[in-house]
């Protein structure tokens, strides 16, 4: 079984990696994004006393950068993929087999993520340095906590991608509900504007929401403005959402299949 | 009776949304959606026994797919027992379809992006088949529905009748011993027709496969199936052998008759003149009262007759008996 995951996630690889017109988009985007935002915040700081929040100009410029390349290596394609299946009624086809259908759709997003790792985020990087310096991160130490929290994160924002997934086997006539909570997560999440320029309920609020787990908690650590034993809390919140997320996604999966909404002949 | 599929009392329930025109209207209906419910299949029983080949026909929207859909795991029925190979495929999908091969003829199975042989590769890891008879099997798939012209083709470059080939030989590659059809010659041409056919023949005497198969071609029918189960309304109108449904929805012959000059009095008590045009004349007369012989003898006495020919009735006509009974909702 494994074999056939790895299978998946090589192909997907391997397809993606031929695609030379579509990384030349995504990079050019991306990169047109990345220096709006920072030139943004340099505007910004010029006005103000130097640093907001005890962020410094460098800080917030790294956090920005690493932003917009961490959301071109988490693929949640998830919701897309079985939005479009089912709509097309092309969903059948994954239903016959003796596999998961959920761990195929991981397979490919991993596959999909190694490609981006690859084509869009290390030439990203490679601009990035150029523009604006190596955006190195606080410490060695840092740079240490800030890669599992990076797995947490997509770990998190993957399962709210299947969830998202899930309801178009209930629903079809909502449309895609992944725009929406694509632009909750943007906001939410803190991967514009960190969360900590928010006003203070927002903050506390959103406490208690998975968002702001998937890109402030991993960005804060990499800039430092998290301290160890925070990081490690965080960690172990974005570790409890995981949890949570998937129990609901494996009971919802459970009842979906009982009442799956099957298009065409 | 040993059986691989025992289906009762099968019924599917479908709510369906029903949408208003206009802006109004859709507004209206995204609100307040007018649901109502149909069933798409509904009572439907049958048992098949192993190594049988049927032909699951009906009219467009009687509720075949729906049913393969069911038997195949993909759909739950909203009521009624399935057993394929005695599991319920809605209580072990996963053991159940191990012992599948499935294709649905208007989409298909393999990936969009990878060659047809990545594809085999695939499926060859997920029912971890093992290599050697992996190997056994593509050979003899390859072989058979010909695949080496295009067995390096990225799939969605393939044409329709080389697209299907390669989905039936992916649903045969982990030697299943139930295979369903549906609608697996849609859009063929003779030639690949010829082969899908051939092949499923095949591998129903070679590998005693038992097939399932949903077809609106009529000749896929007539030659494969030996029993032939129709639907219509998602009721089960007919279910035996092919022969026998024939002759009990039409009962009665044709005799074309040809003269070589015209005749006054052409009427016989055996049968009744259903059609004439200039010297040809259409006798339809009951098989269980009177043989061709005797009628021929009969007429040939009265008659100038210069030709003559029998027609049988065909499942065409037999199918179109059934659909016009069961008239439809
Ligand atoms: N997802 C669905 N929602 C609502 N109704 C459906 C759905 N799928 C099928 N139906 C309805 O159920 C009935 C049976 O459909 P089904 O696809 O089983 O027909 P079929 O016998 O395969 O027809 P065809 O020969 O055209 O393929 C049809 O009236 C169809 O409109
Ligand atoms: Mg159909």
């Not at chain 1, 050019?28 to 915040?41: G, H, K, R």
């Not at chain 2, 040809?258 to 259903?274: G, K, Q, S, W, Y």
């Amino acid at each position: 079984m494994l074999q056939a995951y790895w299978y998946i996630t090589k192909m997907k690889l391997l397809v993606n990696l031929t695609y030379r017109f579509e990384v030349f988009t995504s990079v050019a985007t991306n990169l047109i994004l990345m220096l709006a935002s920072v030139f943004l915040w340099q505007t910004a700081y010029k006005g103000g006393s130097g640093s907001v929040e005890s962020l410094s100009l460098q800080d917030i410029t790294t956090y920005t950068i690493l932003s917009i390349i961490i959301s071109t290596i988490f693929v949640c394609d998830v919701q897309n993929t079985i939005y479009y299946k089912i709509r097309e009624g092309q969903i059948v086809t994954d239903f016959y087999r003796p596999i998961p259908l959920f761990a195929c759709y991981l397979a490919e997003d991993i596959g999909e993520m190694l490609s981006s790792l690859l084509n869009r985020a290390l030439p990203l990087v490679v601009f990035a340095s150029i523009f604006f310096g190596i955006p190195w991160p606080a410490s060695f130490g840092s740079f240490l906590l800030f890669l599992p929290s990076c797995l947490l994160s997509y770990a998190i924002l993957w399962l709210l991608s299947a969830l998202i997934g899930l309801i178009a086997f209930w629903v079809m006539e909502l449309g895609n509900m992944g725009n929406v909570k694509d632009a909750i997560v943007r906001v939410l999440s803190g991967s514009i504007v960190p969360l900590w320029f928010f006003p203070e309920s927002v903050q506390t609020v959103s406490k208690f929401l998975p968002f702001q787990y998937t890109y402030q908690t991993p960005l804060g650590i990499y800039i430092g403005n998290t301290s160890m034993s925070e990081a490690l809390t965080s960690m172990a919140v974005q570790a409890v959402w995981i949890a949570v997320l998937y129990l609901i996604l494996a009971a919802g999966w459970a009842r979906t299949k009982k009442k799956t909404l099957i298009q065409g002949g | 009776m040993e059986t691989v599929i025992e289906v009762k009392d099968l019924v599917k329930e479908y709510i369906i949304v029903k949408k208003e025109s206009g802006l109004r209207g859709s507004i209206k209906s995204l609100l307040f959606p007018k649901k109502t419910k149909f069933n798409g299949v509904n009572g439907i029983s049958f048992s098949i026994a192993p190594g049988e080949i049927v032909g699951y026909i009906g009219p467009n929207g009687a509720g075949k797919s729906t049913t393969i859909k069911m038997l195949t795991g993909i759909l739950h029925p909203t009521s009624g027992s399935i057993k394929v190979c005695g599991i319920s495929p809605q209580a072990d999908r996963k053991a159940v379809v191990r012992k599948l091969g499935v294709v649905f003829g208007q989409r298909t199975q393999l990936y969009w992006d990878l060659r047809l042989g990545e594809s085999f590769e695939l499926l060859c890891r997920i029912y971890q088949i093992d290599q050697q008879a992996y190997d056994d099997n593509l050979a003899i798939l390859t072989d058979v529905l010909k695949l080496q012209e295009f067995i390096n083709t990225p799939v969605r470059q393939l044409s329709l009748g080389q697209r299907m080939r390669g989905d039936i030989a992916a649903a045969m590659l982990h030697s299943p011993s139930v295979l369903f059809l549906d609608e697996p010659t849609i859009g063929l041409d003779a030639d690949a027709k010829h082969a899908i056919r051939n092949f499923i023949k095949e591998i129903n005497r070679t590998r005693g496969v038992t097939v399932i198969l949903t077809t609106h071609d009529l000749d896929d029918v007539e030659q494969l199936c030996s029993r032939i189960i129709v639907v219509n309304n998602g009721k089960l109108v007919e279910d035996g052998p092919i022969g026998s449904i024939i002759h009990k929805l039409t009962p009665h012959r044709l005799l074309v008759v040809e003269l070589h000059e015209p005749a006054d009095d052409l009427t016989t008590p055996h049968a009744t003149v259903i059609k004439q045009e200039g010297l040809k004349i259409w006798y339809q007369f009951e098989k269980e009262s009177i043989s061709a012989s005797e009628l021929i003898a009969a007429l040939s006495q009265k008659l100038p007759i210069q030709d003559i020919s029998v027609k049988e009735p065909n499942v065409e006509d037999a199918i179109r008996e059934v659909y016009k009974t069961t008239a439809t909702r």
